[in-house]
């Protein structure tokens, strides 16, 4: 049997929409019925599970979830079904385009499967300001003209072309995005094309990040750590007081979330610009690149998760993976453990050091340095160690294959024509 395997290339454009008032209407109403079916299917599947989990024997005297044991669970290929079933009486669900109520369910289905995977938090239902966004999983051909793309039942929208659309690549998908700063646009674009990764090449440089400097390269940079939230922390606070004085479901209080999202959001883009300047500036030095293999999720739970989460490490990594893949940057994870305990330049275990100790004196071989440079220098030597094992290996496998293909069958292990072993032996 032939197994053909596809090799997509995805890239994720966003772009500004610059819709007229009747196009926001549209959106809004969308976004309003995408809220009511995933209410609806999350209520479905809540109740089912709580039907199954009472006892027999042991009812609730308040009130209790009564649904016939020969009812499936209400997975995605049932709730679709009553989907198509409730458009036919139903004229607001008749309204809105059929495949992106579908992209809800399917959203909502595989919010149950990471639940379950992943050990996610339990979906949550969604009020008039949670629900931000639809997905149209299929678009026209053509579909875009200039500054302009053509939308299921919003016709043509405008949008900020910061940027050109490959040719090469095909509009597969559209998700529309309300953010506080308006709505946005990310196109889903794909390319059947095959890259390999990037082999390793040119300057290493390995880099530490941590949070009294943000990082430090192993050619002895330190990069400070600046402090996003900090900045704008008064104004926040201000307006997070006059909130608690705002009452629940007023124009007042509608108001001034708004404005409290788009200074949130004002952080967010500031350390998201940031972290993209920071990429390019470190593939600039060097061709290769080593990290450690560090789970930021845990740096968020601790005594100083709000710096962590200030800094963002998990996104500048992410970051700094696309951007060395598109300039042709090798990039590579690395042992995390003893970084700061171990000279880079014998190899002596120094030892834990206080997080007051900065510098890195060894007594082996008197190497002194900064104490975040050492260890971006240890990251670089086992990444190159890493490889040079890694080469050796791929040698001695040459050299084994090379072996192999000396050897010639002769006989049958068995003597006859059985299905016996084979006895291979050398041509000598």
């Known amino acids: 049997m032939l197994i053909v395997v596809e090799l997509m290339r995805t890239l994720t454009y966003e772009f500004k929409l610059i819709p007229n008032k009747k196009q926001i209407d549209v959106i809004e109403y969308t976004l309003d019925v995408c809220r009511s079916v995933w209410n609806y299917a ?6 089912w599970l709580k039907s199954r989990k009472s006892p027999v024997n042991a009812c609730s ?3 209790e979830y009564i649904i016939s044991p020969d009812a499936p669970y209400p997975n995605y290929h049932n709730q679709a079904k009553a989907l198509t079933k409730a458009k036919k009486t139903n004229n607001i669900l008749k309204s809105v385009n059929a495949q992106v109520l579908q992209q809800v369910l399917r959203t909502l289905d595989r919010a149950f499967a990471d639940m379950q995977s992943k050990k996610l938090g339990f979906p949550r239902f969604k009020n008039k300001y949670r629900m931000r966004s639809y997905v149209y999983p299929q678009m026209l051909k053509d579909c875009v003209k200039g500054n302009e793309i053509k939308l299921p039942q919003l016709g043509w929208v405008k949008f900020r072309k910061s940027r050109e659309i490959p040719d090469e690549f095909q509009l597969k998908q559209a998700r529309i995005v309300r953010k506080a700063s308006g709505y946005f646009i990310m196109l889903s674009l794909q390319l059947d094309v095959n890259i390999p990764d990037v082999p390793f090449h040119g300057h290493p440089l390995g880099i530490d990040l941590g949070l009294d400097k943000f990082l430090a390269t192993s050619d002895g940079e330190l990069v400070d750590r600046p402090r996003f939230l900090n900045r704008l922390q008064r104004k926040r606070k201000l307006l997070q007081r006059r909130l608690r004085n705002k009452k629940k479901g007023s124009n007042n209080r509608h108001k001034l979330n708004q404005k409290i999202a788009r200074l949130h959001q004002r952080i967010s883009d500031t350390r998201k610009d940031w972290h993209f300047k920071l990429a390019h500036h470190l593939c600039n030095q060097a061709q290769s690149i080593f990290i450690e293999d560090i789970d930021f999720r845990s740096w968020g739970r601790g005594m100083l998760s709000k710096h962590c989460l200030d800094a963002g490490f998990g996104q500048f990594v992410t970051i700094l993976k696309w951007v060395a893949w598109k300039r042709d940057v090798f990039v590579a994870e690395v042992d995390k453990n003893f970084t700061s305990q171990i000279c880079p330049n014998c190899g002596f275990h120094t030892g834990k050091k ?12 008197g190497y002194k340095t900064h104490r975040d440079v050492a260890a971006a220098q240890v990251i670089r030597n086992r990444g190159l160690a890493h490889l040079e094992s890694q080469s050796r290996w791929k040698a001695d496998l040459k050299g084994v294959e090379e072996y192999a293909l000396g050897l010639s069958v002769l006989e049958n292990a068995c003597g006859d ?12």
């Not at 007051?356 to 082996?364: F, Q």
């Open 42 to 47: 999350l209520r479905n599947r809540k109740d």
């Open 354 to 365: 206080t997080l007051d100790v900065r510098e890195h004196n060894c007594p082996e071989c």
């Open 61 to 63: 005297l308040i009130q």
């Open 417 to 428: 024509d059985g299905t016996g072993g084979k006895a291979l032996v050398t041509n000598l």
